[in-house]
Antibody, heavy 125, light 107 residues
Framework: EVQLVESGGGLVQPGRSLRLSCTAS????????VSWFRQAPGKGLEWVGF??????????EYVASVKGRFSISRDDSKSIAYLQMSNLKSEDTAVYYC????????????????WGQGTLVTVSS | DIQMTQSPSSLSASVGDRVTITCRAS??????LNWYQQKPGKAPSLLIY???ILQGGVPSRFSGSGSGTDFTLTISSLQPEDYATYFC?????????FGGGTKVGIK
């Protein structure tokens, strides 16, 4: 069974850092891109960024609002992707989700078929 | 970035009703559109990709249509488990962007 489980959320003060983890099981993690999303309370979904699989270079892309503050990495040996968030702001308060994406090999891009249950990040003093 | 606009933002319907949700892109996106269902406190679930292809395991009462800038999600006969919020998402270009959502409530 495909599973993605986010962890690491919590209450953090503005300006501080936090690292989220996305632990995968039930599929060959290294074959997939991993995307991170967020959803502010009562709001819609925002794609935060992704990391490609090693076959596609392992490179990352981010939405403009987090560039320079957020960083995505992966450890294929552990089937974990990370979202490192720094200089956090109140507007970063949201539930953060990770999702897998088969990448260009599927013939589709940004095809998010499995998601984790999310982890809440609250940025407040 | 491509803007996605959904309408209506909410609707009320009865079990057995036909429900239609629309999504409009700020530029042509061909058929590069996904639809998701999200229930309270849960992650989104992929329903339809490439505008009209049903994701495996999704009931056939869900269907999608459209291309270019205008798209439609239709639930042919609303079931109790379909009360949820629905989002469209363009996959045409980065960053992938979502519509604001349509909440389907009980009438």
């Amino acid at each position: 069974e495909v599973q993605l489980v986010e962890s690491g959320g919590g209450l953090v003060q503005p300006g501080r850092s936090l690292r989220l983890s996305c632990t995968a099981s039930g599929f060959t993690f290294s074959d997939y891109f991993v995307s991170w999303f967020r959803q502010a309370p009562g709001k819609g979904l925002e794609w935060v960024g992704f990391i490609r699989n090693k076959r596609s270079g392992g490179t990352t892309e981010y939405v403009a609002s987090v560039k320079g503050r957020f960083s995505i990495s992966r450890d294929d040996s552990k089937s974990i992707a990370y979202l490192q968030m720094s200089n956090l702001k109140s507007e970063d308060t949201a539930v953060y989700y990770c999702s897998r994406d088969p990448g260009p090999s599927s013939g589709y891009q940004f095809y998010f078929d499995y998601w984790g249950q999310g982890t809440l990040v609250t940025v407040s003093s | 970035d491509i803007q996605m606009t959904q309408s209506p933002s909410s609707l009320s319907a009865s079990v057995g009703d036909r429900v239609t949700i629309t999504c409009r892109a700020s530029q042509s996106i061909s058929s590069s559109l996904n639809w998701y269902q999200q229930k309270p406190g849960k992650a989104p679930s992929l329903l339809i990709y490439a505008a009209s292809i049903l994701q495996g395991g999704v009931p056939s009462r869900f269907s999608g249509s459209g291309s270019g800038t205008d798209f439609t999600l239709t639930i042919s006969s609303l079931q109790p488990e379909d009360y949820a919020t629905y989002f469209c998402q363009q996959t045409y270009s980065a960053p992938p962007t979502f519509g604001g959502g349509t909440k389907v409530g009980i009438k």
